[in-house]
Nanobody, 123 residues
């Protein structure tokens, strides 16, 4: 499985970005697809995930970010609205083939990772 993340950039606070993650190698419709982020000097953290049609978010992005997937295109998206400077990080998409709900927020549960895309939010 290969994942390719894109869509990052520089945006002012309050702005929006849409991240995309293209998957190849196999159909991922039954896999959990997740987005994580890592800010400088911090550990990689869970942002959002989708398992079948159920979505999960970390508290700090609820109501601002929306994860979605298009199984026909093997794509997953992260729509990010009302961006804040603290959202600045490298964002990674990842997939967990085991699809265990209790592990959705656990970084080590994900086997395949994209290369990351930088999101910078200026104040």
């Amino acid at each position: 499985v290969q994942l390719q993340a894109s869509g990052g950039g520089l945006v002012q606070a309050g702005g929006s970005l849409r991240l995309s993650c293209a998957a190849s190698g196999r159909t991922l419709s039954s896999y959990v697809m997740g987005w994580f982020r890592q800010a400088p000097g911090k550990e990689r953290e869970f942002v959002a995930a989708v398992r079948w049609s159920t979505t999960y978010y970390t508290d700090s992005v609820k109501g601002r970010f929306t994860i979605s997937r298009d199984n026909t295109k093997n794509m997953v998206y992260l729509q990010m609205n009302s961006l804040k400077p603290e959202d600045t990080a490298v964002y990674y998409c990842a997939t967990d083939p085991r699809s265990i709900t209790s592990m959705i927020r656990v970084t080590s549960s994900y086997d395949y990772w994209g290369q990351g895309t930088q999101v910078t939010v200026s104040s």
